[in-house]
């Protein structure tokens, strides 16, 4: 099974400045999608971004971005201008590119918390 | 939210005692998934359906039986509920968005088992 790792458990930042999340992982598919997902207090599961590992382009969501290293197998979030409301655990995720069960491989996840 | 709601939302039982979690969507979807949740762990799959009747294990299957006799439907049954079995359970459905299938989540389960 693929393994996907988040080596930082906990993370913090002023508002409106930049935090980066790191994510490595384990596999031998040349094809995969990487997934950032969001967990609120709510306890809610929130997709924030997804990244084919077959484009060589980085993915944007208005303030997420992705450093998307494939040589490396590491995939890191990064949140500009930071706001109270991304207080939060975020997950990276693996998907295989193969057809057949789509299920997610998760990390561990990194608490972020946002200092006014 | 895709559709998806989970009953009960909280619950507590005794070891030994049998707990069935319901997953209900809205939308047809053909993939629906248990997954659960523990501190130091993620999240991780227990059993997944990829139609009506049809189910396969994940990577957590042990203590743990699934059916789904109607689309909207995907249940996840503790035969006999562990303190191990203690975690907050979410149900997944993948949807097809552009180019690949992408997950959505329920609100999840929190199950307590003393």
């Known amino acids: 099974a693929q393994t996907v790792t988040q080596s930082q458990p906990e993370m913090s930042v002023q508002e409106a400045e930049t935090v980066t999340l790191s994510c490595t992982y384990d596999?031998?598919?040349?094809?995969?999608?990487l997934f950032w997902y969001k967990q609120p207090p709510s306890r809610q599961m929130i997709l924030v971004i997804r990244?084919?590992?077959?484009?060589?382009q980085n993915a944007t969501e208005n303030r997420f971005s992705v450093n998307f290293q494939k040589a490396a197998k590491s995939f890191s979030l990064k949140i500009s201008d930071s706001q109270l409301g991304d207080a939060a655990m975020y997950f990276c995720a693996y998907r295989s590119y193969q057809t057949g069960a789509n299920n997610l491989f998760f990390g561990t996840g990194t608490r972020l918390t946002v200092i006014p | 939210d895709a559709g998806i709601t989970q009953s009960p939302r909280h619950k507590v039982t005794e070891t030994g005692t049998p707990v069935t979690l319901r997953c209900h969507q809205t939308?047809?979807?053909?993939?629906m998934y248990w997954y659960r949740q523990d501190p130091g762990h993620g999240l991780r799959l227990i059993h997944y359906s990829y139609g009506v009747k049809d189910t396969d294990k994940g990577e957590v299957s042990d203590g743990y039986s699934v059916s789904r006799s109607k689309t909207e439907d995907f249940l996840l049954t503790l035969e006999s509920a562990t303190s191990s079995q203690t975690s907050v359970y979410f149900c997944a459905i993948s949807e097809w968005q552009g180019n690949t299938y992408e997950q959505y989540f329920g609100p999840g389960t929190r199950l307590t088992v003393t």
């Open positions: 990244q084919e590992a077959y484009k060589q």
């Open positions: 596999t031998s598919e040349s094809d995969y999608y």
């Open positions: 939308e047809n979807h053909r993939y």
